[in-house]
């Protein structure tokens, strides 16, 4: 069974901090990788796209990825209220389809 | 921006009944999905569709469901005989080509609450 695994949250962090979201996942044959954002009530956003081991950064937001370790990260620098959101965390398997989290519900507080 | 639309934005429908959700994937994406997320729960493939015929199906998608791309531009998602766990809701998706790590972007959804 293809699992991707992440922390509920909800993860609270103060106003210009660093938010920091983790996820694992099961399937080694899984290439890419996904974060999406998804506010209450609507449809995933993509935040960022990752598919090389290491570090890519775009803006305010850093996707981490070590496929020795199964493992993605976001990093959110200063974030603000308006992050406030649930980020869901996405691996695309071999045909194509993508696995997501169950999501982390991020907080950030005025 | 161009962008994956879906209708209706939410339909109220009673048990039994039958189901038809719209979406107009991006024009030149060639990949399609349908996913459902179930309030409070992860977002769950239901099929994918390329060239005219699903590529693959979830355990969830079983005789009741049914997808179709009647012309050029809409895919459609049937349920034929709504159950109340199939309240949820549905996400059409598309994308270019995922085989060389084109994004997958998704609809607004359609909130479906059967009653």
Redesign the interface.
């Known amino acids: 069974q293809k699992e991707v695994e992440q922390n509920s949250g909800p993860l609270s962090v103060p106003e210009g901090a660093i938010a920091s979201l983790n996820c694992t996942y099961s399937d080694r044959g899984s290439q ?1 990788f ?1 974060w ?1 954002r998804q506010y209450s ?6 935040i960022m ?1 990752i ?1 090389s081991n290491g570090d890519k950064e775009d803006g305010r937001f850093t996707a981490q990825l070590n496929k020795a370790s199964q493992y993605v990260s976001l990093l959110i620098r200063d974030s603000q209220p308006s992050d406030s959101a649930t980020y ?1 965390c ?1 691996a ?1 398997d071999s ?9 982390t519900r991020l907080l950030v507080r005025p | 921006e161009p962008e994956v639309t879906q209708t209706p934005s939410h339909q109220v429908t009673q048990m039994g009944q039958e189901v038809i959700l719209r979406c107009v994937p991006i024009s030149n994406h060639l990949y399609f999905y349908w996913y459902r997320q179930i309030l409070g729960q992860k977002v769950e493939f239901l099929v994918s569709f390329y060239n005219n015929e699903i590529s693959e199906k979830s355990e969830i998608f079983d005789d009741q469901f049914s997808v179709e791309r009647p012309d050029g531009s809409n895919f459609t998602l049937k349920i034929r005989s709504t159950k109340l766990e199939d309240s949820a809701m549905y996400f059409c998706a598309s994308t270019e080509d995922p085989q060389i790590g084109n994004t997958i972007y998704f609809g607004e959804g359609s909130w479906l609450t059967v009653v």
């Open positions: 890419s996904f999406y009530g609507k449809s995933p956003e993509l796209s598919y869901l996405a695309m045909s194509y389809k993508l696995i997501f989290g169950s999501g």
